[in-house]
């Protein structure tokens, strides 16, 4: 396995969020394969007076040139080497010739042909913003080269350049556009991917170290849960997979869950040596008893993630499947390797068990077991009010998602787009494709009238930039057959329509000057957009009640297909999708385990007993989530279904001690649930100690959403831990009257220290055997009620 997870790869695509089988994201294959990518643009901006000095300018040409050269640069478009479309008479056709020259010498020469530039209004719109001097270089990407492992050494070649540009002139340059969020983002994947699993095994280790008080106990689980590390990684490989931002969390995971099983298997190894002093006795006992219910514990925290395969996305199948089998592996592992690694190992001396008489933990379990039994009211009140508190702050929960989200809000990276937001109206991909059905359908002067109509009023929204298109084209056009006047960049009226487009059909014999706009017959054509990171909730209220009543009303009466496309908006219906495919995978997670419960208990009112401490958990997050301000988004709802997993566990650990408590003291209720405090609870304690400073470590993390994930499952985790000592308890002393059945022997029943085994008896020793009469006799009617 090891040496498959060489082999592993960074995931660049961010638009896996939507199945294939969604209409809209079939739209975008359709868009991508008729007009090509649309996210594959690298925008750098400068807004800096000194940048339009005649040494600077000409370093910006230099800087331009030399990035242009860049293998996997397609095109690069600056007001230093921009182009202008002119007109060859001889020819009757439209040519794209030089701008510059020669780079100008002095600055009144600079000043004249900055104003050149602004005079060609179809790039200049794009590349200048005319109010206060910003510009942009717009860089086309190979899409072949940046979706292979040359795209490091794409993205190193261009910034190196950039910062050379940088410390020759001290003009500050900004980098945004989907390529670089994806490198950026995935950089950062590739370190943290250490950076949290160092962290990990170091938190994890201090933890084990301190309640056990031996490096056996950390060194050789770290051992077994770093074997299974290597097993997710290697999981990848073989199925195929990559590496994204999610399954780049699992190895973290692994660790962190992982652990609690040696936690178990440790505390009831010495438990039961301390008990008897036989080791082989101690190592068999925990393999039979703590073996089942670990197996039904990790198979309920897998559940947790492999849930997630039911939202038919395939980011989140891919971090179900990997998460969910290896969290399985962890357990097959850990059973055989843990006690076969301590049955070579010394006898546990008294350093090694002072653990089990923790002042502390002895003191809090003390304190839970009295306040479960003479104040289970006040668990009750307190409960219910934290609850319906969460409840109202529930309903404050809302669907919010950006396309850089996970991004550090202080970060350059959102620095940088914040600035083409503020003077470019951003840099997020839109497309509009109007398919006309009719052969040159889209040249035709009504439909380009109706189009600029259509382009002037999405120019009129302050989030989205100036659109391209062919009207933007034909207006170019325009301007170069009247020699370049700008008063002229408008669409052909009647009296030069037909010479204008005799100049274009002539030159539909070379490279159409329409070809990055149409299709072949020009019968559809793009009207692409940038559009700000608005969020989800303004990008649909944008679309859905402002652009599409607009176009309707614009196009009414033309039997015209059109739709709304793009990275940007899949991207963010993705979100929304994930959130709602999330929610199910809960409900399904929740109706899973509430049937494991069932075939483990066998008993309806235990099953209720049972779910109901680790619902609690889920609504004080979401109401803690409502309050906060916290949205609904991938790294957020993906909490619910993982936490719920999780602390499922420890109501398993507890349910199966309480029932072995229960036939060991004569169904006596009150009595089974002190001794199953005393005992399990302690390593309840210890795993959702761990599980918590394992989940926390996230919030390290430069990405917000692992944040989120970090805070809110071990916040959630938490939560579970008091619920399952307290409310747990509680309910079982009000509603179970702690009769069983003897006769029926549930699957959980194999937990028992009191299930025969024939091989545990002993030969006894007859002469040894004394008999005792009473002292008083008893009459059989007493014996009877005795």
Not at 222 to 247: A, N, R
Not at 402 to 416: E, N, S
Not at 619 to 645: C, D, E, N, Q, R
Not at 706 to 729: Q, R
């Amino acid at each position: 396995m090891g040496y498959r997870a060489r082999n592993v790869e960074l995931d660049y695509d961010l638009a896996k969020l939507v199945p294939e089988t969604d209409e809209d994201y079939k739209t975008l294959q359709n868009f991508e394969k008729e007009f090509g990518v649309d996210d594959n643009i690298l925008a750098i901006g400068i807004k800096d007076s000194a940048l339009y000095t005649p040494q600077n300018f000409a370093r910006l040409q230099y800087f331009a040139e030399a990035v242009k050269d860049i293998k996997g640069v397609n095109n690069l478009l600056s007001i230093a080497n921009l182009q202008k479309l002119q007109k060859n008479s001889q020819e009757r056709k439209f040519e794209m010739q030089p701008l510059i020259t020669n780079l100008p010498e002095d600055q009144e020469t600079l000043d004249s042909l900055l104003q050149e530039i602004k005079d060609q209004k179809f790039f200049s719109s794009q590349l200048l913003n005319s109010e206060n001097g910003a510009t942009a270089v717009i860089i086309t990407l190979d899409e072949e080269i940046f979706n292979s492992p040359d795209r490091l050494r794409l993205m190193s070649d261009i910034t190196q350049l950039g910062d050379a540009f940088e410390e020759k002139t001290g003009i500050e340059l900004h980098y945004a556009g989907l390529p670089f969020v994806r490198s950026t983002m995935m950089t950062k994947v590739r370190q943290e991917i250490i950076q949290l699993l160092i962290l990990s095994v170091i938190v994890t280790a201090l933890i084990l170290l301190a309640f056990f008080r031996s490096w056996d106990a950390v060194l050789f689980p770290l051992l077994v849960i770093f074997s299974v590390v290597i097993w997710s990684v290697g999981t990848l490989d073989l199925l195929g997979y990559k590496i994204t931002i999610l399954t780049s969390l699992i190895p973290t995971i692994i660790v962190v869950i992982g652990i609690p099983n040696s936690i178990y298997l440790l505390n009831k190894y010495h438990q039961e040596f301390e008990e008897h002093g036989n080791k082989i006795k101690a190592i068999s006992t925990i393999t039979r008893k703590i073996g089942i219910v670990t197996l039904i514990t990790n198979f309920t925290t897998a559940v947790g993630f492999l849930v997630l395969t039911f939202t038919e996305i395939k980011l989140l199948e891919e971090f179900g499947i990997v998460a969910g089998v290896n969290i399985f592996a962890t357990f097959i592992v850990s059973i055989i390797l843990i006690p076969a690694v301590f049955s070579y190992l010394p006898e546990p001396g008294r350093k090694q068990l002072k653990h089990m008489n923790f002042k502390m933990t002895d003191f809090v379990l003390t304190w839970l077991n009295k306040t479960v039994h003479y104040n289970r009211s006040v668990i009750y009140i307190a409960t219910i009010v934290i609850v319906s508190l969460a409840i109202v702050g529930g309903f404050k929960l809302n669907s919010i998602s950006h396309m850089v989200d996970d991004l550090p809000k202080d970060g350059k990276t959102i620095t940088d787009l914040r600035f083409f937001e503020d003077n470019f109206s951003g840099i997020m991909p839109l497309e509009i494709v109007i398919d006309t059905k009719k052969k040159r359908g889209i040249i035709q002067r009504t439909t380009l009238r109706k189009v600029n109509e259509f382009e002037e009023f999405l120019d009129s929204i302050p989030a989205i930039s100036q659109p391209i298109s062919v009207v933007s084209m034909v207006k170019a056009t325009r301007q170069a057959y009247y020699n370049g006047n700008p008063s002229f960049y408008a669409l052909p009226n009647s009296r030069d329509y037909n010479f204008i487009m005799r100049y274009l059909q002539q030159d539909e014999e070379n490279v159409s000057v329409l070809e990055s706009f149409t299709n072949e017959d020009l019968s559809s054509m793009r009207v692409s957009l940038k559009i700000a990171d608005i969020g989800s909730d303004k990008m649909n209220t944008l679309i859905e009640n402002s652009i599409k009543p607009r176009m309707n009303e614009i196009f009414e009466g033309e039997d015209f297909d059109i739709s709304i496309t793009g990275t940007t908006p899949i991207f963010i219906k993705g979100n929304e999708y994930l959130v709602e495919n999330l929610r199910l995978s809960l409900l399904i997670a929740f109706l899973i385990i509430a049937l494991v419960m069932g075939i483990l208990f066998q008993n309806i009112r235990m099953i209720i007993i049972s779910i109901i401490p680790n619902v609690i958990p889920l609504v004080i997050t979401g109401g803690l989530m409502g309050y906060l301000g916290v949205p609904l988004k991938p790294s957020t709802v993906l909490v619910f279904s993982i936490a719920f997993g999780i602390s499922v566990d420890d109501t398993i650990h507890f349910l199966a001690k309480y029932r072995q408590e229960l036939f060991a003291n004569n169904f006596f209720v009150p009595l089974a649930v002190t001794k199953t405090l005393k005992e399990t609870g302690k390593s309840m304690i210890y795993t959702s100690i761990v599980l918590f400073a394992g989940f926390i470590i996230f919030v390290t993390s430069s990405f917000g959403g692992t944040v989120a994930l970090g805070a809110l499952t071990s916040t959630t985790l938490l939560v579970a831990m008091f619920t399952n000592l307290l409310v747990l308890p509680s309910l079982l002393l009000t509603f179970d009257d702690g009769k069983r059945n003897k006769l029926s022997h549930p699957l959980i029943e194999q937990y028992d220290e009191d299930f025969y085994l024939e091989e545990e008896d002993e030969e006894i020793n007859l002469s040894r055997i004394k008999k005792a009469e009473p002292k008083v006799p008893f009459k059989p009617e007493e014996q009877k009620k005795s």
